[in-house]
């Protein structure tokens, strides 16, 4: 059995970088990925007859290392698979802008984010009041993300039979991870207050975070480098941050789309092939604990049930890696 440590490095890296502290010095902003469709309005959208949709977010919405990468700008990762583009091709609008970027925090909402061969523009900027749709995912990388699941990966490995990471995160009897994402919905109430501003005709979704690890049981290490103890209090962190998004959609007016119940069963413990969301070393393309395209496609399909947009979700069945 090769041993976590060994490639723990190189997958840190990969992960921290679509997370967002790997970024370089900027250069020249590019203008962000936009689609043409053939007719001009959104099918089922109770919004203005004409107008465009703008993806906003993080890495889990733009789909770093999905075929194919935009490039647009580089450091984004982009993806013309990630949920925005599944969503935007079954919903008949006439333009669609992706502004989503690997990384983002709700900061870069309305700051540039400086990525590789970018920066990346203030996604707010995407936003001239003739949009009949605005998503937005983001929140993960508030909260730290990248180095959760690095620090995690790390200690847990260390001690298989306790809950180091827990442990490490409840050291001063407070939970660090509770109290970031209670920090963190003031400002995610902010963005939605800048979306409603910039776009008060269009309809408003926060699009939640996937199934990352299964939602019972002890988890499926090696796959999943995290004990059973560290296994349940990620879990439960992740339904914390989805708790959140949705109670500050509420207060806001604005949807939520739940992609955590559709996902159940494609968590990374699951085979390549129905695995939706990648284990720290993927199996299909996608940057390590993203969803790839297959959970792209999944998501999507839960927002269109949300929007009343038809979108097919992915074929595949539930089956678990063994663990050991």
Not at 14 to 30: C, F, I, V, Y
Request: contains cysteine; charged residues 15%.
């Amino acid at each position: 059995m090769r041993s976590p440590a060994r490639w723990l490095a190189v997958v840190t890296m990969t992960l921290l970088t679509s997370a967002g502290t790997g970024a370089l010095a900027p250069a020249q902003a590019e203008a962000p990925t936009t689609f043409t469709g053939t007719t001009s309005s959104a099918r089922n959208l109770d919004t203005a007859p004409v107008g465009r949709y703008v993806a906003l977010g993080d890495s889990y919405a733009a789909g770093p290392l999905v075929p194919v990468q935009t490039g647009r700008p580089a450091g984004c990762m982009r993806s013309t698979n990630n949920y925005p583009q599944v969503l935007a091709r079954s919903s008949g609008f006439g333009q669609v802008t992706d502004v989503s970027c690997s990384g983002a925090t709700t900061e870069d909402m309305t700051a540039p984010q400086q990525v590789h061969l970018g920066p990346n523009p203030p996604q707010l900027d995407a936003l001239d009041g003739s949009e009949s749709l605005v998503t937005v995912t983001i929140g993960g990388n508030d909260i730290g993300f990248g180095e959760i699941i690095a620090e995690c990966s790390r200690r847990s490995s260390q001690n298989l039979f306790g809950a180091a990471c827990k442990d490490f995160y409840t050291a001063d009897g407070e939970d660090q991870l509770a109290e970031r994402i209670e920090e963190t919905a003031p400002k995610v109430a902010a963005v939605l207050s800048g979306i409603r501003d910039r776009a008060p005709a269009a309809r408003v979704a926060v699009v939640g975070y996937p199934t990352i690890l299964p939602d019972e049981g002890p988890g499926c290490y090696p796959v999943a480098p995290f004990s059973a103890g560290d296994t349940a209090y990620l879990r439960e962190t992740e339904k914390r941050l989805n708790a959140m998004l949705a109670g500050q959609a509420a207060a806001a007016g604005v949807d939520f789309v739940d992609t955590y119940t559709p996902t159940i069963g494609h968590d990374i413990c699951t085979l390549p092939g129905v695995k939706w969301v990648e284990g720290l070393v993927p199996t299909s393309p996608a940057a390590p604990v993203h969803p790839n395209a297959q959970g792209m496609r999944a998501m999507a399909a839960a927002t269109g049930a949300v929007l009343g947009i038809p979108v097919a979700p992915p074929p595949a069945q539930p089956v678990r890696a063994a663990a050991g």
